[in-house]
């Protein structure tokens, strides 16, 4: 490798690094406004029959906001409406 390439690199590493430790700044700053906001308690976006359960999927599909539709399981594509799902499976 020529010395070009070495300090072409080592230049690359260096804007990364310095990149990153511009990300890792402002999501600390983020974090530190999310606590005073209150906002740090995240709560689960699960169902309440979904917790604990191994068939929870829970992703998001589709092109747009609108169109959009979350698969919670495969199952019960929309999740369970009742208390107790016939269908849970603790996570093992």
């Known amino acids: 490798m020529s010395d070009g390439q070495s300090s072409t690199g080592n230049l690359h590493h260096l804007f990364r ?12 700053r983020r974090q530190i406004l999310r606590s005073q906001l209150g ?4 709560t689960s976006s699960r169902p309440k029959p979904c917790i604990g ?7 998001a599909y589709g092109y747009s906001r609108e169109t ?7 199952f019960h594509p929309y999740g369970w409406q009742g208390e107790v799902c016939p269908d849970w499976q603790e996570i093992s």
């Open 17 to 28: 690094k310095a990149d990153y430790l511009r990300w890792h700044r402002l999501e600390s």
């Open 39 to 42: 906002f740090a308690e995240l």
């Open 53 to 59: 359960c191994t068939h929870y999927h829970g992703l």
């Open 68 to 74: 959009r539709t979350v698969l919670v399981c495969g």
